[in-house]
């Protein structure tokens, strides 16, 4: 940050590593560029590949000086055809069979459409038949072919086909509205997880949660392999929007995923379910991701479109911690400029936001209400700052749902674990420091090093959190400070 700059970004940025960044000069330009968590997608990811690639994410951060958290997004279980030989035709009013039994395909040249003829594909969702009801909604290959169920038997279901197009080997299939009767975990989630857990990530994003115990699963696991890394629960069909509150409390953090969600829920409600659900984890406390499609269109182009400006400055608006990247770094052509739109659209528009801070946080301890008088006192003062001294990161995730606009939050930590979890919340900006016995010379080391590093200057006051010694106690304080 330049001294002489009174302007902070408060909104992270997630950048997904792929075949477009995943070398060791464009994690270094992703880096030095301003993101904030490094995204491993593990539906197209290795064992290998994970182990490799955050060795070297570790590697350059360390030769920048810049940290960067590893966010490892499991693929989760999903519903998905067979392979055909060749992509079938379908036209509105065809009937296509989805057999969740070991049928063989039919061959491409029967007579499509003629009656006792029906062309078959497989599915990998054993219970199919029993939990679609006739007459549900049936959406292949991210919705763009949708039918309609008109008949089904034990272990099969006939469809009939409302928008035309050709379906492919192995298309994703949503059920809108059913809740599916899958594991939270598959078992390459289990073995990628090991490796990440190996490899030291600290996010985990948990695809299709549906219920809060999808969470309980994958912590038990988490905590079976020793790992400290928090859990974001992705939001990406009809149950898990049904079950946000629970899931909310029960996650370290929530992604709105609007791919799936935008297929699952009728697409003029995915603006209102964005809003519901940004709110609720501010009610929380938890941070919240918005994610997919905000910059779809830099995957080929230069420029985003003007849609997807607002779109990006909706988030920023409505108070995301953190917009993310997918297509736009892993395979697109302008990765680096993708990451500088984001930038520059938050950089707009944070400082128009009203200032006021998150007052439907629900603040259930005397410690949590200390902290939000701490941010308006330097809300109050102007070009302020606030310290606080965390191992559990509690301190800093609550700062940062409060909001204190304008306000950097310097986050002193002596855990590695939590010194990178906490590049994750709006606002805070997190610093790996040795704490000394005494809270007033941890205080001065503090004030030290953000001086050393150019984030204050003489003049400036800082609000610190921190415990006193008095007598045989130690008594939380709220302490003003100016820079010396």
Known sequence: MENESPYYRHTKIIATLGPSTESADRV???????VDVVRLNMAHGSVDWVGEVVGRIRQVS?????????????KGPEIRTGAVAAPLPLEVGSLLEFRSGASPLQEQNAAWGNSGSVASVSVNYPDLARD???GATVLVDSGLLRMRVVDKDTDSIRCEVLTPGELGSRRHINLPGVEVNLPSLTEKDRTDLQAGVKAGIDFVALSFVRRAKDIRVLRQLLDEFGSPARIVAKIEECSGVDHMDQIIREADAVMVARGDLGIEIDYQRLPLVQTKLVRACQAEGKPVIIATH???SMIHSPMPTRAEISDVSNAVREGADAVMLSGETTTGKYPLESVEVLKQIIESIEPSVDGALNSGMKLREPKAKMLRSAAVLAQDLGDSGIIVFTRSGFLAYVLGA????????????????TFRQLLLPWGVEPFMMSFSDDPEQTIRDAIACLR???????????????NVIAGEQVIDSMQLRQVE
């Not at 270094?28 to 301003?34: D, K, N, P, Y």
């Not at 360390?62 to 499991?74: F, P, T």
């Open 132 to 134: 679609v009801t006739v």
């Open 28 to 34: 270094t330009e992703l880096i030095r560029a301003g």
């Open 402 to 417: 409060l909001r204190p606009r304008g306000v950097p939050i310097y986050a002193f930590t002596d855990v590695e674990s």
């Open 294 to 296: 905000l910059l779809e």
């Open 452 to 466: 050393r590093k150019g984030w204050c200057r003489t003049g400036t006051w800082l609000v610190a959190i921190t």
């Open 62 to 74: 360390a030769q920048l000086d810049r940290h960067v958290a590893v966010m490892m997004d499991v």
